[in-house]
T-cell receptor
Framework: GEDVEQSLFLSVREGDSSVINCTYT??????LYWYKQEPGAGLQLLTY?????DMKQDQRLTVLLNKKDKHLSLRIADTQTGDSAIYFC????????????FGSGTRLLVRP | NAGVTQTPKFRVLKTGQSMTLLCAQD?????MYWYRQDPGMGLRLIHY???????AKGEVPDGYNVSRLKKQNFLLGLESAAPSQTSVYFC????????????FGDGTRLSIL
């Protein structure tokens, strides 16, 4: 079945770059997403990438996709304390309707 | 600009009690979803709806029922609450289509004693 895996925890210093990694299993996924969850809140869409792209940049965010290895990463440049949150990777699949399969989330802690 | 609104935000139930969680969206979205979030397990899909009057089972539907009588509302019911249903529940909605992002509510934290 479909599975999305992420490391559970990442700690970085303020001002450094953060790289959050994700692997997925469904090679037919056409869109892959990154969501951010702040404490006590729902998930907020950060960015997405279409499967025929290798890279997408959006201000401080860079998404890299290695479709051969089914590996997705999110790089946050100049990480700020406000970036501390849980980051979820998700793949879009078709199973009677469009659905998202989420990873278990990576908790990012930004140290001052 | 409400988006997706979930009520209540918190609830404590005793084992065996029933309750209904309400989700309302004001974006005229066709699709609506109910997820549960448990530590270390990400979000798991409970039930979803592809339009008014329709519902379908997700990954973990047992112990839950849903209804979508109006397009803007999606109700999640627990008929006889069990401690294993202690979780944070999220509702989401989206337009129909392959790359339509899901918009999430702020969640309902439910504890079953």
């Amino acid at each position: 079945g479909e599975d999305v895996e992420q490391s559970l925890f990442l700690s970085v210093r303020e001002g450094d770059s953060s790289v959050i990694n994700c692997t997925y299993t469904d090679s037919s996924s056409t869109y892959l997403y990154w969501y951010k969850q702040e404490p006590g809140a729902g998930l907020q869409l950060l960015t997405y990438i279409f499967s025929n792209m290798d890279m997408k940049q959006d201000q401080r965010l860079t998404v890299l996709l290695n479709k051969k290895d089914k590996h997705l990463s999110l790089r946050i440049a100049d990480t700020q304390t406000g970036d501390s949150a849980i980051y979820f990777c998700a793949e879009s699949i078709w199973d009677s309707s469009y659905k998202l399969i989420f990873g278990s989330g990576t908790r990012l802690l930004v140290r001052p | 600009n409400a988006g997706v609104t979930q009520t209540p935000k918190f609830r404590v139930l005793k084992t065996g009690q029933s309750m209904t969680l309400l989700c309302a969206q004001d974006m005229n979205h066709e699709y609506m979803y109910w997820y549960r979030q448990d530590p270390g397990m990400g979000l798991r899909l409970i039930h979803y709806s592809v339009g008014e009057g329709t519902t379908a089972k997700g990954e973990v539907p047992d112990g839950y029922n849903v209804s979508r009588l109006k397009k803007q509302n999606f109700l999640l019911g627990l008929e006889s609450a069990a401690p294993s249903q202690t979780s944070v529940y999220f509702c989401a909605s989206s337009d129909f289509g392959e790359n339509q992002p899901q918009h999430f509510g702020d969640g309902t934290r439910l504890s079953i004693l």
